[in-house]
């Protein structure tokens, strides 16, 4: 390619002098290299705007339900002594209370307590007049016997986990069957157990 010339007048006299061509920039490369930097720039300020909105959330922990009312109003609607605890740890709190049919109790009432105990984990109890065998059954998901346990002088039956890691205790009461189970230790369990009482 030849180089760009222009004109000069010298002395009278006309030149053709040849002039260097500006060297051409590599746009390419400069693309790229603006492109990172103005990346760059906007994430800087995207996270400036994020550390000073940002607001990390507590930890709530379980959320207490009033369980007291719920049996009070229960208790009217029950065709069998209900039972609930007195004298929990004041460390233990109640999560879920309701007293409903559900889809295996053929028609009859469940009433369902739920705790997180002291050593952060679930000891819950079902209550319900429904045959004992179907009851027990459908509770213990599959758990095997281990015995019998005598708590406040009662004879509870004891089972192993089933298929939800459950273990459970079990026992007739007035017109229904009590089953106390989670996945809290046995001495957890056992103390909801004893807690229990049928007005």
Same mark, same amino acid.
Request: proline share 8%; charged share 15%; no cysteine.
């Given at each position: 390619?030849?180089? +760009?010339?222009?004109?000069?007048?010298?002395?009278?006299?006309?030149?053709?002098?040849?002039? +260097?061509?500006?060297?051409?920039?590599?746009?390419?490369?400069? /693309?790229?290299?603006?492109?990172?930097?103005?990346?760059?720039?906007?994430?800087?300020?995207?996270?400036?705007?994020?550390?000073?909105?940002?607001?990390?959330?507590?930890?709530?922990?379980?959320?207490?339900?009033?369980?007291?009312?719920?049996?009070?109003?229960?208790?009217?609607?029950?065709?069998?002594?209900?039972?609930?605890? /007195?004298?929990?740890?004041?460390?233990?709190?109640?999560?879920?209370?309701?007293?409903? /049919?559900?889809?295996?109790?053929?028609?009859?009432?469940?009433?369902?307590?739920?705790?997180?105990?002291?050593?952060?984990?679930?000891?819950?109890?079902?209550?319900?007049?429904?045959?004992?065998?179907?009851?027990?059954?459908?509770?213990?998901?599959?758990?095997?016997?281990?015995?019998?346990? /005598?708590?406040?002088?009662?004879?509870?039956?004891?089972?192993?986990?089933?298929?939800?890691?459950?273990?459970?205790?079990?026992? +007739?009461?007035?017109?229904?069957?009590?089953?106390?189970?989670?996945?809290?230790?046995?001495?957890?369990?056992?103390?909801?157990?004893?807690?229990?009482?049928?007005?």
């Amino acid at each position: 390619m030849s180089e +760009p010339q222009e004109t000069v007048n010298y002395g009278g006299e006309t030149f053709a002098v040849s002039t +260097p061509a500006a060297p051409t920039r590599k746009r390419g490369r400069e /693309t790229v290299r603006d492109m990172v930097i103005s990346l760059g720039v906007v994430g800087s300020v995207i996270a400036a705007l994020f550390l000073v909105t940002y607001r990390p959330k507590p930890d709530a922990g379980p959320k207490p339900v009033d369980w007291q009312t719920t049996a009070a109003t229960a208790r009217g609607q029950s065709p069998f002594p209900l039972a609930t605890p /007195t004298g929990l740890p004041a460390t233990w709190i109640g999560t879920s209370a309701r007293f409903a /049919t559900t889809a295996k109790s053929q028609g009859h009432p469940v009433w369902h307590l739920g705790f997180v105990t002291g050593g952060q984990k679930y000891a819950g109890l079902e209550q319900s007049d429904q045959d004992a065998t179907a009851f027990v059954r459908d509770q213990i998901d599959g758990g095997q016997p281990q015995g019998s346990v /005598t708590i406040k002088g009662q004879s509870w039956q004891s089972f192993g986990p089933g298929g939800s890691g459950y273990r459970s205790l079990v026992r +007739p009461a007035a017109g229904s069957t009590l089953v106390v189970q989670g996945n809290a230790v046995e001495a957890e369990l056992e103390q909801l157990a004893a807690a229990l009482t049928t007005q």
